[in-house]
């Protein structure tokens, strides 16, 4: 509804008697525009009251992007060095004490003999280990004294000067004795040495150590001058063997049944 409609509906009614009607005045133009200005006033007004503005949705602001964390490598801890100890070095061939030294010794020549590339034959050994015996004294030369006995050959060497005071590896005098008897023993590939170092001291731990380190040491060496570690067995001997430090040659012979 029209909102100066609704105001002169709500106007009341005034009779006027006609014998007292005044007589007619015509308005003026001002008063005309007066009322019209009202109206506009008041359509204005209830416009506003019933119009209103949608609120504008507000906008979140953007996410703010994460920041990789830069990556910081953990500083390294140095571990300390490992303590050095006094214990047997790490065994170039198998080891034995007085008490097994047969045991151990005929356990390995059996698996070599089972194998004839690394074994004789019967018939074979006497001219083979005749040969070697030849080929040893020879290598010698006057350095070490080479004893036969049977199909056995035991080489005697000398311990004064076969390690320095303090030291349980070879010296240069000794490794100098033991490159010529490894360069034959290489040669002659189907002979089993057992390296036997005398201990004098046998109820001493110490000395059995240091006897045992020093059996592993001359292994060590033959190993190194091409010696098969599989024909070498190291042991300590006791205090009554005569030579101190013993190499002990002896053929391996062929199994039947083998290949």
Known sequence: MNSCATIAANQPLIRVDASRRAPAKT???AGRLGIVAICA???VVSGCSTLRPHPQAAHAPPAARPVAAMHRPSPKTKQPPAAATAS???AIAPIAGPADEMQQKERLKSRLAADSRTSLALSDVGYYMDVLQGRLTQASAGNFSVARSGDRIDLDLPRASGFSA???EPNAGMRKILAPIAKVLVEY???FVTIRVRSDVPS???DSQKAQRRAVAIARAMTDAGMSEGRLLATIQRKETPAAIQLRV???VHTSGGH
Request: proline share 14%; charged share 25%; hydrophobic share 40%.
């Open 88 to 90: 047997t070095p790490a």
């Open 250 to 252: 002896e053929p391996v």
């Open 166 to 168: 303090g030291s349980d």
């Open 27 to 29: 308005l003026k133009p």
């Open 189 to 191: 590939d189907k002979a």
């Open 41 to 43: 006033v008041v359509a």
């Open 204 to 206: 001493s731990s110490i």
